[in-house]
């Protein structure tokens, strides 16, 4: 069976969204969503970062991190699967309830249901690359064998 998430409010699988809100210390740093992390990555050693981190929803993150006027790290493309990886795993890690969740998936095929990411997610026509329930599954793993 696949399990197919996307966004944040669907239950019981909407808390593998990045937009869940799911708080985690990571850098020694608090971000208040796994999003915020990732965007704010894009920007380590500027000012930006700070501006990412501090901003109020997961969307505006998300918007700031897309946005190609700022200046993004020069090697993001080679990171920011490590850098997913680790927001996703720290915010598992940090909260039991839906490590819970991830950890009674058992083996199932976790699919980020994403009609317009076909990085992150499975695309509109299912071509994508699911890059997102790819790192849930190995986070998934990493939580079974006691990290």
């Known amino acids: 069976m696949t399990i197919y998430f996307y966004v944040e409010r669907e239950k019981p699988y909407g808390c593998f969204s990045n937009f869940s809100a799911h708080g985690f210390m990571l850098d020694e740093l608090y971000w208040?969503?796994?999003?915020?992390?990732?965007?704010?990555?894009?920007?380590?050693?500027?000012?930006?970062?700070?501006?990412?981190?501090?901003?109020?929803?997961?969307?505006?993150?998300?918007?700031?991190?897309?946005?190609?006027?700022?200046?993004?790290?020069?090697?993001?493309?080679?990171?920011?699967?490590?850098?997913?990886?680790?927001?996703?795993?720290?915010?598992?890690?940090t909260h039991a309830d839906i490590r819970e969740i991830l950890l009674i998936t058992g083996e199932e095929v976790l699919v980020e249901n994403s009609p317009i990411d076909y990085y992150w997610g499975c695309g509109k026509d299912g071509s994508g690359k699911n890059k997102l329930g790819q790192i849930l599954m190995e986070v998934r793993e990493v939580l079974r064998n006691g990290d």
Do not use: I
């Open 32 to 93: 208040a969503t796994s999003e915020h992390y990732f965007q704010a990555q894009k920007f380590v050693g500027t000012p930006y970062l700070e501006k990412v981190r501090q901003t109020k929803t997961p969307k505006d993150a998300a918007n700031m991190g897309r946005n190609r006027s700022l200046p993004l790290r020069s090697d993001w493309e080679q990171v920011k699967d490590d850098v997913m990886r680790n927001a996703v795993l720290q915010k598992f890690r």
